[in-house]
């Protein structure tokens, strides 16, 4: 398998994130040319978006977005600040919304129904679609509560016996449950920001999601525990369906099957990592890559 200097594409965590690539072929596609480059579509999408805009009091943010989440994988998105790649993923569970003066326009489908029709309850969509954020936000009770309050708002769990499976089935998929298991009465917020992010993963895949959107999830941590989280995720692939949101290309290239670029609202980019990573199409990904600009 070809590989550059700088991105190996196995599972090893390296301390070092933020140096550029040296890609080994040179693009083809000029930087004016704005059209998505690349498969958008993949084989039995678990969500698939067309032409989604979105708009901020009427200034349009992301552009004409035609991309596939496929069934477990992870697919990292990528790109300069302002991009418009946190909108998408917001996108996806309809979190834009509670942002006043935001218009999403266009198709985004989920179990051949429309997330954006008026009649869907955005409730248990957010439960389908979970969200892991940028800096952990444990509810400020205790670890059992954290994990529990979901299920229980839910109707998922018929009695107390089947909420206790639950919380501990959550907390061992998160691999939290060895370090917590004594302390569950314990508040949430307590534990460090590597252990309070997995409890987050955990409160989300508690209520049965088919995806899982992470803005940013290691952002905020050390190395150690970026390397947990990103273990976990690639664990957590074979039951969900796993949209992130990244500034680090390392972490692309350990985590994701397929990577999207995205500048200045449009999807630039999107293939399988390893060949958006060591031989991009099109020359402003490649400008990105290799630190050029971003």
């Known amino acids: 398998m070809e590989q550059t200097e700088d991105i190996k594409f196995t599972n090893a965590k390296k301390a070092s994130i933020d140096d550029p690539v040296e890609v080994k072929h040179r693009a083809t596609v000029s930087r004016e040319d704005r059209s ?21 009091s009427g200034q349009r943010a992301i552009k004409d977005i035609n991309l596939d989440i496929g069934n477990n994988e992870i ?14 993923l917001r996108c996806l569970n309809r979190m834009n919304d509670t942002i006043k003066g935001c218009e999403v326009t266009g198709s985004i ?19 389908q679609v979970g969200m892991v954020f940028q800096k952990p936000n444990p509810f400020p009770k205790s670890i059992w509560e954290n994990i529990a ?49 997995r409890l987050c993963i955990a409160r989300t895949i508690a209520v049965n999601p088919e995806v899982i959107l992470m803005d940013e999830p290691c952002s905020a941590l050390d190395p150690i ?37 995205f500048h200045l609202g449009d999807l630039i980019e999107v293939g399988i990592t390893e060949e958006v990573f060591t031989k991009p199409k099109h020359q402003l990904t490649e400008d990105y890559i290799t630190g050029r600009f971003g």
Not at 48 to 54: H, Q
Not at 75 to 88: D, H, N, V
Not at 177 to 196: A, H, I, M, Y
């Open 75 to 88: 697919i990292a998105m990528i790109g300069p600040s302002g991009c418009g790649k946190t909108t998408f």
């Open 109 to 127: 489908m989920m179990d051949d129904y429309e997330i954006n029709s008026r009649e869907i309850d955005v409730v248990p969509l957010r439960a």
């Open 36 to 56: 998505t480059v690349g498969e958008i579509r993949v084989d039995s999408p678990r969500m698939s978006c067309t032409d989604v805009n979105v708009y901020y």
């Open 149 to 197: 309050f979901g299920p229980r708002i839910h109707g998922l769990a018929q009695d107390k016996t089947e909420l206790e499976e639950i919380v501990v089935t959550s907390l061992q998929k998160a691999g939290l449950w060895d370090e917590v298991k004594d302390r569950l009465d314990q508040p949430g917020t307590g534990l460090s920001g590597g252990q309070q992010q």
């Open 225 to 261: 525990a970026t390397a947990v989280v990103e273990d976990l995720m690639d664990q957590l692939r074979e039951n969900f369906s796993i949209a992130i949101v990244t500034h680090s290309m390392q972490q692309a290239a350990r985590v994701s099957q397929r990577t999207a670029y």
